[in-house]
């Protein structure tokens, strides 16, 4: 049955042929057909959003920006510097890496990098490199880029980690408090690649001393060259500091929350709902390389049979999506995928099979009514509308037109437009008593995005405990807003790309107590059984399923 290459999910993927995977793609292959399976709230998403689209558009500024924050903090860098200087000595991806992560910490900058240009955003990243270190190295080759990609991706992954190592290898915590932002990035960028990706250690210490002496002084040179052997030492002894799972729940918690890198709030509060077994591995799910997913946009007459062959030509290992007839699943090889156009060309999408199954939840039939509440960028919108076979309608409705004007551009290059209307507007506001009524409402809230971590390098260092809260008033108002629109006899899904049951059960169990004209109508005719809960409810699960988390339920207006 199956066709392609069986999938591996190893923690480094470098010494395979593997390309480099953008770990946000709405943003970074915008109106490529490339979908959001994540979805994060409006609450923080929008400032970073809105930060990131300033960065990438007004790069100068952004670079002038961080240099006068890296100043305010280091007193380090020389503006004058910023010459054209070539350095041909300091290895491309890690002068790249280090400005990368400087930007996505200070800058508030995403954690994406490579585009459907591929070298073009190298040059890109190397233009902050000059404005920010005062010199170019050589341009950036495809294994730089794909290095700049595994240790970017990785050193944010592994922050609290690798900060925790950094500080139990210095003489004492002001030194590691009041290190300047380039030494403490170059110092993690080490430590990542020798503890986690376990590349040659001497030439890791060699080149990243080189980096410091270069772009900030000799002595941070120095300084670099004794932290890194020390920790070449402890490893080759396999004496690494490492805290011990001990005491109270809350201690347990901190101490895992630094051996698998994630906050403390959301360790604990997993202890809390999975237990710590299932905590633990989701966090190495969420630590590991993601795997992403193809769907074949059959709204344009592409079926997943072409798209195997393709990906056959195209040397990319791939496996038949199980749950799913339109998907294929992939660990590496999305660049080829997008650099070979398959994206611009509207043959297919990146969505996750989380998200997919959304739809099957759902079930669009050709002919029906649907109203998609929460619709931007669109993933679940156009999958949608390629199952309705060009008869019924989809209104699209999202507060943000940007987003929403990406919808636009990819139900066109889908072939899928005579089927989809967008509207921008705040569902609060558009859902009114005596307007529209339709068969099917789908609501996919804004949410934490706890499920999709794994793609996801930064979210988890960008969530608080208290956006949890927050989305919370937000997914009752937009809950009740849409079951305004549901005529009688027809279905509201909720869904989120969540694992957490505040979000989840718990906000469909508050809106039935509030709406007794609904009733949940059990998933398992839409979904294989394996991903349907007691109550009914369809829950994927990265422990569970290898997907990314996604939670929906139907939710029946009696007639
Ligand atoms: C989870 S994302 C949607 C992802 C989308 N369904 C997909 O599959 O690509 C949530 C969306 O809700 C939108 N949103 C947030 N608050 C809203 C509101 N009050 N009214 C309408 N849209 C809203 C956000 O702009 C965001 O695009």
């Known amino acids: 049955m199956e066709v392609g290459v069986p999938l591996s999910r190893s923690i480094s993927t470098i010494h395979n042929t593997t390309v480099a995977i953008s770990m946000h793609f709405p943003l970074s292959i915008r109106g490529l057909g ?20 300033k960065t990438s558009n007004a790069g100068s500024k952004e670079g002038s920006l961080k240099i006068s924050t890296s100043r305010s903090r280091t007193g380090s860098f020389n503006p004058a510097r910023k010459s054209q200087k070539l350095n041909l000595e300091v290895s491309p991806h890690r002068a790249v890496s280090a400005v990368r992560l400087m930007r996505i910490e200070l800058g508030g900058a995403f954690a994406d990098l490579l585009n459907e240009q591929g070298k073009g955003s190298g040059d890109n990243e190397m233009g902050y490199v000059e404005r920010t270190l005062g010199f170019r190295t050589r341009d950036l080759d495809d294994r730089d880029l794909r290095l700049v990609t595994e240790i970017v991706g990785g050193t944010i992954r592994w922050r609290r980690y690798l900060d925790h190592m950094i500080l139990s290898l210095c003489h004492d915590e002001n030194t590691f408090r009041r290190m300047e932002p380039l030494l403490l990035q170059i110092l993690r960028i080490g430590f990542y690649e020798i503890d986690k990706l376990e590349m040659p250690p001497y030439a890791v ?34 004496s690494l500091p490492s805290p011990k799972v001990e005491g109270d729940l809350r201690q347990q918690a901190r101490a895992l929350a630094t051996i698998h890198s994630h906050p403390v709030w959301m360790v604990r509060r997993w202890m809390n709902y999975f237990g710590l077994e299932e905590t633990i591995k989701l966090m190495t799910w969420n630590n590991s390389d993601p795997i992403f997913s193809l769907r074949a946009n059959t709204g344009k007459g592409f079926t997943r049979a072409e798209l195997v062959m393709e990906l056959e030509r195209l040397k990319v290992p791939y496996e038949l999506s199980q749950h799913l007839g339109d998907f294929v699943r992939m660990s590496i090889g999305l660049q080829v995928v997008i650099q070979a156009g398959l994206l611009k060309k509207g043959f297919c999408s990146v969505q996750d099979e989380s998200a997919g199954l959304v739809v099957s939840v759902v079930d669009p039939k050709p002919g029906e009514n649907i109203i998609d509440c929460c619709a931007a960028p669109g993933g679940k919108t156009l999958f949608m509308a390629s199952r309705l076979k060009g008869q019924g309608s989809i209104r699209a409705i999202d507060v943000n037109k940007g987003r929403l004007r990406i919808l636009e551009e990819t ?134 399923h290898s997907l990314d988390g996604a939670f929906a339920a139907r939710l029946l207006r009696r007639g």
């Open 411 to 544: 139900a066109k290059l889908h072939g899928v437009n005579d089927v989809v209307t967008t509207i921008n507007a705040d569902l609060r506001a558009f859902a009114e008593p005596d307007c529209l009524k339709f068969d099917k409402v789908l609501l996919d809230a804004p949410c934490s995005g706890l499920g999709v971590l794994s793609k996801r390098a930064d979210l988890r260092w960008n969530r608080r405990l208290e956006d949890l809260e927050q989305l919370k008033n937000l997914q009752d108002e937009l809950l009740n807003a849409a079951s305004i629109l549901v005529k009688p006899g027809g279905v509201l899904i909720y869904s989120t790309c969540s694992i957490d049951p505040m979000e989840n059960e718990d906000r469909v169990a508050a809106f039935l107590l509030k709406h007794q004209d609904f009733c949940v109508d059990p998933a398992d005719r839409f979904v294989p059984s394996n991903f349907v809960t007691q109550d009914g409810f369809y829950s994927s699960n990265p422990v569970k």
């Open 205 to 238: 210490v060699d080149e990243n001393v080189k980096l410091a002496k270069v772009a900030l002084r000799p002595g941070a040179g120095n300084m670099v060259n004794a932290v890194l052997r020390k920790l070449v030492l402890l490893k080759e002894s396999n």
């Open 34 to 53: 490339v979908v959001c399976s994540t979805c994060t709230a409006m609450v923080n998403q929008n400032k970073v959003s809105a930060q990131s689209n």
